[in-house]
């Protein structure tokens, strides 16, 4: 694309052809599409979809995730112009990726909101299309896994966070940000014993038998000794990558519901995620991004950054 090309590339979350790509339109202009990529419900031809879930509901501290999806995607708008730096491949050019726009619910009848969700991503997931999902809250995950372990199996679930969101819970029909993936891994979805949490700085006396890597080993061992790590405890198996920003300090990102201090910073986080490639990731999401709560847009762009590299993750496994 040339600088002659741009009058036809205005809005290219509408306007533009091909699925693959960098993009000359201005950041401060056009559609907000996440990358810039094409809005669009037709996923013929796409490997990835990136989805948002704006929806928050029994945080415990601050609300405003469902604010995230459309943050996240306005501060992408930084980055479709070169191709995401560190990779082996040029991810932009090489991959089809399209914007799927937001999963529809009801804000009125929040019980119906876990299976809505869950049909969502089933679609795409049907289509052989693999979904990168915007949150929302953390709770989104839930009712996400339920999807990719029709289609795979338990999962092994990489989680980086400042909490381990195990915290016992029967109640099938609780929604909280808290206590999923005690669900998850009591209902199956979730194999622990290949699944790890990354940057745990909170107390929880049962992990269920997940591999925990916590913030001080991260800050004491390095990055890359942390990926090598994660890449032993996974293996081969097909994994979903979930990074509650939380999991970040929050002087890297102070815009989410329950900020923990002593975690990691943007640039490690960049390492271990760069360090992990090759891994069986099938999917991911980034969570608790609360614009609200952060008016310069710091973790919004952190968010974005995250969710690009799991969109390569997911490419190395496509191209490689």
């Known amino acids: ?39 669009t419900k037709d996923l013929t031809g796409a ?49 089809a990726i399209v914007d799927y726009g937001d999963v529809a619910y009801d804000y009125a009848n929040i019980p119906a909101f876990p ?3 869950t049909a969502h991503i089933r679609k795409i997931l049907a289509a052989g299309v693999a979904p990168v999902t915007l949150g ?6 839930y ?26 819970d029967d109640d099938p029909d609780r929604i909280d940000h808290g206590t999923m993936f005690y669900k998850a891994v009591k ?3 979730v194999d622990p014993a290949r699944s790890v949490q990354v940057g745990i ?43 509650d920003i939380d999991g970040l300090d929050p002087a890297f990102a102070p815009g989410t519901g329950t900020p923990v201090w002593g975690g990691m910073s943007s640039a490690q986080a960049a390492i271990i995620l760069r360090d992990l490639g090759g891994i069986n990731i099938k999917g991911g999401d980034v969570v608790e991004v609360s614009p609200p709560f952060d008016p310069a847009g710091i973790t919004a762009v952190a968010g974005a950054h995250v969710a690009v590299s799991i969109i390569c993750l997911l490419g190395w496994t496509m191209v490689m």
């Open 1 to 39: 694309m040339a600088m002659s090309d741009v009058e036809n590339q205005i809005d290219a979350g509408f306007t533009r052809e091909d699925l693959r790509g960098t993009n000359l339109e201005a950041a401060y202009g056009g559609a907000v599409s996440f990358l810039k990529r094409r809005y």
């Open 47 to 95: 490997q990835i979809a990136v989805t948002g879930v704006p929806f928050d509901l029994a945080v415990s501290n601050r609300p405003g995730t469902r604010l995230g999806p459309r943050a996240i995607r306005e501060a992408s708008s930084y980055q479709p112009y070169d191709e995401p730096y560190g990779w082996p491949f040029r991810a932009l050019s090489e991959l």
């Open 115 to 117: 299976a809505a969700l």
């Open 136 to 141: 929302g809250d953390h709770y989104i995950t």
């Open 143 to 168: 009712p996400v896994l339920k999807a990719f372990a029709e289609k795979y199996g338990p999962m092994s679930l990489l989680q980086f966070d400042a909490h381990t969101d195990t915290w016992a």
């Open 187 to 189: 209902e199956g979805l």
């Open 201 to 243: 700085r909170t107390s929880n006396a049962d992990t269920l038998g997940v591999n925990i890597i916590d913030a001080r080993e991260v800050h004491e061992t390095g990055p890359q000794a942390v990926a090598q790590k994660i890449r032993g405890i996974l293996g081969d198996h097909p994994t979903y990558l979930t990074f």
